[in-house]
């Protein structure tokens, strides 16, 4: 305390004004992409009504397995406290690599190994170092339009110019994407990367078809394209069959697969993962400088999944989703059909509503707001500024009693929205 004061009496700060701030900040700031976008505007006053929120893609509190956690928690550091404690390398734990090797030896039957994986910080973590390994400045990255935004955010980060593809019913549109290679080469420029979620897709819900897994993967390869794939959502299914990842399409050509534990355990943990060729996974290891994930995590993670916990747990979670989304499908059939149309995914948390033509987007978000319903804009997932016609709902978080109240207030500001 005294040094302090002593600093703050005899050293001068003047100098470091807002002028300077300004011109200290880097491209990636100054350029206004930053990492955290606001879907909407912010309100001043606190809101009329109590919102229920459809709004981020965030697993239902009463799922998480608090309880389970704690008691591996506690195992892993009685076991193994100081090697849990320490820094415990980029690649991650070999232990949960090799679980992670396992599991996808047995369901895809893929011949790959522990050390074809990396452990990261959240799929987040392994979007900006897939970027930061594949992208120079300038050269370009596509994105689905819509797309998730810290997928964008991470390409943009790397000053690179991203480059929207279109995704319908049936996921990406393998033309569209053929098409848009093609349009950017003719002018010259380098396409480099293409980030998909081929599963149950942030925002719209869509998976992406067998035929069309192949075709873009084709398409990849014939233009140089790494594909960056992103499967957040892909076991949070609750029916039909899990189609074959890019990555097992491509065998491992070209594809760095990433996987997240938050989806179906928990956003907090910030564990996912990065499956790649040997060569790549040695590149993305030389662009990591985080010192790494939590080796504690890692651990209480693996001693979760190998007393077979992570299965039954997957099981119990699916449940809850698949009966959240049928009521919300049954209420959106019952309170909004005039106003707008949806999609039906099999799995994730969202669902994606196109607003009939009469619908007022604008009125809309005003009276959602009056009558106590938050949703996503669609417009926040469109890179090129479009969607505002669209809407994405989702239904991992909101009580399962309130959804039904929730679509409600819905087709209550849908009405209100579509008159003149
Ligand atoms: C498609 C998609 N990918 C990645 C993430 C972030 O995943 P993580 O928590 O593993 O960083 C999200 C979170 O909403 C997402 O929707």
């Known amino acids: 305390m005294a040094y302090h004061a002593m600093t703050m009496a005899h050293i001068q700060l003047e100098h470091w004004d807002e002028q300077q701030l300004k011109e200290s900040l880097s491209h990636r700031v100054k350029g206004g992409f930053g990492a955290f976008w606001v879907a909407g505007s912010r309100p001043t006053e606190p809101p009329p009504v109590q919102p229920i929120a459809l709004t981020g893609g965030i697993p239902d509190p009463d799922t998480l397995p608090t309880e389970q956690l704690i008691e591996c928690s506690n195992t892993v ?13 980029h690649q991650g734990h070999p232990g949960l690599r090799e679980w992670l090797a396992e599991e996808t030896r047995r369901r895809e039957g893929l011949d790959v190994q522990a050390d074809n994986f990396t452990i990261t910080n959240g799929i987040s973590g392994a979007l900006i170092n897939v970027s930061e390994t594949f992208l120079n400045e300038g050269e370009v990255g596509l994105v689905e339009l819509p797309t998730f935004p810290g997928g964008s955010g991470a390409i943009q980060n790397c000053l690179c110019d991203i480059v929207g593809v279109t995704v319908d019913e049936e996921g990406l549109v393998p033309e569209a994407l053929e098409e848009t290679i093609e349009q950017q080469e003719s002018e010259g420029r380098n396409v480099k990367l293409l ?23 084709e398409i990849c390869h014939a233009h140089n394209v790494v594909i960056a794939e992103d499967d957040a959502y892909g076991d949070v299914r609750f029916e039909g069959e899990k189609p074959p990842s890019l990555f097992a399409i491509a065998r491992g050509k070209g594809v760095v697969f990433m996987g997240s534990f938050s989806k179906t355990m928990a956003t907090g943990l910030r564990i996912g993962w990065t499956l790649s060729e040997q060569q790549v996974t040695d590149s993305l290891l030389q662009t990591r400088f985080d010192l790494g994930a939590s080796p504690w995590v890692q651990r209480t993670i693996l001693e979760f999944a190998s007393n077979g916990m992570f299965e039954k747990h997957l099981d119990k979670v699916n449940e809850v989703y698949r009966k959240k989304r049928d009521v919300m499908l049954s209420a959106l059939e019952e309170r909004c059909s005039r106003y707008a149309k949806w999609t039906r995914p099999e799995g994730g948390y969202f669902l994606w509503l196109t607003l009939a033509e009469g619908v007022d987007p604008e009125k809309l978000a005003k009276a959602a707001y009056n009558l106590g319903v938050a949703y996503v804009g669609g417009y926040a997932f469109h890179i090129d500024g479009t969607g505002q016609n669209t809407v994405r709902l989702a239904y991992s978080f909101a009580n399962e009693d309130e959804i039904p109240e929730a679509i409600m207030r819905l087709g209550r500001a849908l009405e209100e929205a579509s008159q003149a």
Request: hydrophobic share 30%; glycine share 12%; proline share 8%.
């Open 195 to 217: 980030y998909t979620v081929p599963n149950f897709q942030n925002p719209t819900g869509t998976t992406l078809t067998v035929e069309r897994r192949e075709r873009v993967v």
């Open 77 to 89: 550091l009685r076991r193994e406290g100081p090697a849990a404690l320490r820094y415990g390398g």
